[in-house]
């Protein structure tokens, strides 16, 4: 196996560059790798015991990228080097119940929660300070939650893949949404990870053998309970619309969600919209693009 740092542009405006540099992004990357010069820490949340990466210069500004059900930190591996190279803070952790925070959960005889996830966020975001903040997928929900709910924490929001909305969040998915009320939350978390495991998502050798690695440490109790709560997700439209700072709703061209319904979404809550020629994995598959588009969120909010 070929291992290659992440290639990062120089600071400042990436502009037209993202893309080529996108193209660049090599196949074979050993994704159980974080970026040169992370530091990893744990952070006790009331959850439990969180697995943190932190990359940059602690006096920058902040930045909190927080993965969705069954990822992890190391989805941003790509995007992590660019935002600190130009002059921010970048942390991560996985959440509670999830990759290395698999020993995170709520008390016994009872469930993984909204009001658990936003609570950890909001600790880790009081931690460190105000953060430009991200939530990919599930944890976008999670992101709003914490912005609503405490607003001085926050200097830019960005939902990235995340349910366009509320109620049941599996409804507009394409193909499948029709039929989603019909599954319970455990039958949801496995069908989630036999399509993942067996690459019906048709990544790479090296991402799919990280992914496999992952699940072995992720809570399947976590993933069921998460996919229960994703189906009565909170509408929190009008509060985020009223919320006095820069938003980003970005999304892959073939999401799971059709590009309609994120474009929705972003009128909704006075957001900006980027859509990228790729899936549900923007992190991934055009980092540079996203980080761009991430700079310019955060020179506005300056």
């Known amino acids: 196996m070929t291992v290659r740092e992440p290639q990062s542009p120089p600071p400042g405006d990436l502009g037209d560059d993202a893309a080529r540099l996108d193209g660049l992004v090599p196949h074979d990357l050993d994704w ?16 439990g015991e969180l697995a943190v990466v932190s990359l940059g210069d602690p006096v920058d500004p902040r930045v909190v990228l927080v993965p969705g059900v069954s990822g992890s930190k190391e989805d941003f591996t790509l995007v992590m080097p660019v935002l600190a190279a130009s002059g921010y803070f970048v942390q991560s952790y996985d959440l509670a119940g999830n990759f290395e925070s698999a020993d995170a959960a709520p008390p016994a005889g ?16 009081e931690s460190n300070g105000p953060a430009h903040l991200l939530g990919y997928s599930f944890a976008g929900t999670i992101a709003q939650l914490a912005t609503v709910q405490r607003p ?49 998502n048709r990544v790479p050798q090296t991402r799919l053998d990280f992914v496999r690695t992952r699940f072995e440490k992720t809570s399947m109790r976590s993933m069921a309970d998460i996919i229960t709560l994703m189906k009565r997700a909170p509408d929190l439209r009008p509060q985020l619309r009223d919320a006095a700072i820069p938003k980003l709703v970005a999304v892959g061209q073939h999401d799971l969600w059709p590009v309609e319904l994120h474009a929705g979404l972003a009128e909704r809550i006075g957001a900006g919209l980027a859509v990228y020629d790729t899936g549900h994995s923007p992190c991934e598959t055009t980092p540079n693009q996203l980080a761009r588009d991430l700079l310019a969120l955060y020179r506005s909010a300056a």
């Not at 658990?116 to 880790?124: C, E, K, Q, V």
């Not at 200097?155 to 499948?176: M, Q």
């Open 110 to 125: 009872t469930s993984y929660s909204y009001e658990l996830f936003t609570d950890d966020l909001i600790a880790f975001l």
């Open 32 to 47: 159980s790798v974080l970026p040169s010069g992370s530091v990893t820490s744990r952070f006790a949340a009331p959850s």
């Open 152 to 200: 001085e924490l926050v200097r830019s929001l960005a939902l990235l893949a995340t349910p366009p909305e509320p109620g049941n969040g599996f409804r507009g998915v394409k193909i499948l949404g029709p039929f989603t009320w019909m599954a319970t939350g455990g039958v949801g978390a496995k069908l989630m990870r036999w399509g993942i495991v067996t690459n019906k």
